[in-house]
T-cell receptor, first 113, second 112 residues
Framework: DAKTTQPPSMDCAEGRAANLPCNHS???????VYWYRQIHSQGPQYIIH???NNETNEMASLIITEDRKSSTLILPHATLRDTAVYYC??????????????FGTGTRLTVIP | DGGITQSPKYLFRKEGQNVTLSCEQN?????MYWYRQDPGQGLRLIYY???????QKGDIAEGYSVSREKKESFPLTVTSAQKNPTAFYLC???????????FGPGTRLTVL
């Protein structure tokens, strides 16, 4: 299974862009990159996902390098409500094709006023 | 409103008792999942189900059991065989493979 590596913690000033990196150097061709976040004691919230092209939605942008070995989640204007643990996950299809997400320890983002 | 519900939010049980955690979704999703989260840790997959009447073990299935008799329901039973049952349990569902998973609010189980 492809594993991901993320910094354990990051700080970002309120109103600035938060850039969260993720390394997934062993990702295989049919694996997607997903980002979730989890605010304390709540269920994870889906943010965005992609295969090889950059993606953007109302929450964030996802930049995937051309070799797909790393990606960056960008929150363009961080607010205090964006303080959470952010998980970078590589989707692994098993023999039946189920989408099993393997959550690591993530990056704890703290947005500072 | 569409979504995933888990009940109860907090659950206390005595050691040696089986306990069943509820998970219901009205999103018409085919796939459902159960995860466990321990303090400061990421999520680990317990069981998942791609379709009604079918389910598969995840990474840490020992001491747990599930059923999928209805599309909208995927209850998890924590049996007395589970050595460290105290944890935060999260249920999720997705439309199908490679679709994003939507999570419920979680159940915090404490075994005394």
């Amino acid at each position: 299974d492809a594993k991901t590596t993320q910094p354990p913690s990051m700080d970002c000033a309120e109103g600035r862009a938060a850039n969260l990196p993720c390394n997934h150097s062993t990702i295989s061709g049919n694996e997607y990159v997903y980002w979730y976040r989890q605010i304390h004691s709540q269920g994870p919230q889906y943010i965005i996902h992609g295969l090889k092209n950059n993606e953007t939605n109302e929450m964030a942008s996802l930049i995937i390098t051309e070799d797909r070995k790393s990606s960056t989640l960008i929150l363009p204007h961080a607010t205090l409500r964006d303080t959470a643990v952010y998980y970078c996950i590589v989707a692994r299809p098993d023999q039946t094709g189920a989408n099993n997400l393997f959550f690591g320890t993530g990056t704890r983002l703290t947005v500072i006023p | 409103d569409g979504g995933i519900t888990q009940s109860p939010k907090y659950l206390f049980r005595k050691e040696g008792q089986n306990v069943t955690l509820s998970c219901e979704q009205n999103l018409n999703h085919d796939a459902m999942y159960w995860y466990r989260q321990d303090p400061g840790q990421g999520l680990r997959l317990i069981y998942y189900s791609q379709i009604v009447n079918d389910f598969q073990k995840g990474d840490i299935a020992e001491g747990y059991s599930v059923s999928r008799e209805k599309k909208e329901s995927f209850p998890l039973t924590v049996t007395s065989a589970q050595k460290n049952p105290t944890a935060f349990y999260l249920c999720a569902s997705s439309e199908g493979p490679y679709n994003e998973q939507f999570f419920g609010p979680g159940t915090r189980l404490t075994v005394l």
